[in-house]
Nanobody
Framework: QVQVVESGGGLVQAGGSLRLSCVASGRTFYTMAWFRQAPGEERQFVAATRKKGVPQYYADSVKGRFTISKNNGENTVYLQMNNLKPEDTALYLC??????????????????WGQGTQVTVSP
């Protein structure tokens, strides 16, 4: 049985940092990604990486501020978020795919999702 569990969200002031973690279990995953969704808005791609932690893909809105990394040999992916802004406030969801080839920014590509962890950035 596949399980995807996120952790690490919270409340932080603008300019602060948070580190999200995602642990996926149950099978081998070729791509692990983070998406986010704010109330009333569509789900938005944030970052993704392949099985070995490279390459890494980022949405333009987070480049230079967020870093995705992977614990090689384990299905664990992290999202280090620095210089957070109020517009980063959202539910952050981990998504994983067991298909070798994916369109990393397309949410329909991913097979399994976690429940999400809330990130709130105050002004």
């Amino acid at each position: 049985q596949v399980q995807v569990v996120e952790s690490g969200g919270g409340l932080v002031q603008a300019g602060g940092s948070l580190r999200l973690s995602c642990v996926a279990s149950g099978r081998t995953f070729y791509t692990m990604a983070w998406f986010r969704q704010a109330p009333g808005e569509e789900r938005q791609f944030v970052a993704a990486t392949r099985k070995k932690g490279v390459p890494q893909y980022y949405a333009d809105s987070v480049k230079g501020r967020f870093t995705i990394s992977k614990n090689n040999g384990e299905n664990t992916v992290y999202l280090q978020m620095n210089n957070l802004k109020p517009e980063d406030t959202a539910l952050y969801l981990c998504a994983v795919s067991h298909y070798p080839e994916v369109t990393y920014a397309d949410s329909s590509t991913y097979n399994f999702w976690g429940q999400g962890t809330q990130v709130t950035v105050s002004p």
